[in-house]
């Protein structure tokens, strides 16, 4: 079992940065892949952003220039830089986890862009 616990989230106005943290432990069976997805109210969940194999990433493309994955492969952490946030990206922040063939999410932290 691999537990997820993302943080970092909060009240930001329109305009401004966020920094998300996610912090993977227990049983990890490598190679780890990790990344990020949102869920806004009334809606799905959709990709912000992951690595993929090779430790490439791939973006949404709403976040693209905006948003940056970036990783700690030595200590299980992943990270989202959040820049120019808008009305639109106010969602629960999941982060994800995929190792030994199966998927894990974390709890979710709420991301509230708003004046």
């Known amino acids: 079992q691999v537990q997820l616990v993302e943080s970092g989230g909060g009240l930001v106005q329109p305009g401004g940065s966020l920094r998300l943290s996610c912090a993977a432990s227990?049983?990890?069976?490598?190679?780890?892949?990790m990344g990020w997805y949102r869920q806004a109210p009334g809606n799905e969940r959709e990709l912000v952003a992951t690595?993929?194999?090779?430790?490439?990433?791939n973006y949404a493309d709403s976040m693209k220039g905006r948003f940056t994955i970036s990783r700690d492969v030595g200590r299980n952490m992943v990270y989202l830089q959040m820049n120019s946030l808008k009305p639109e990206d106010t969602a629960v922040y999941y982060c994800?986890?995929?190792?030994?063939?199966?998927?894990?999410w974390g709890q979710g932290t709420q991301v509230t862009v708003s004046s």
């Open positions: 690595f993929i194999s090779g430790g490439s990433t």
């Open positions: 994800t986890a995929v190792a030994g063939g199966r998927r894990y």
């Open positions: 227990g049983s990890i069976i490598r190679p780890i892949t």
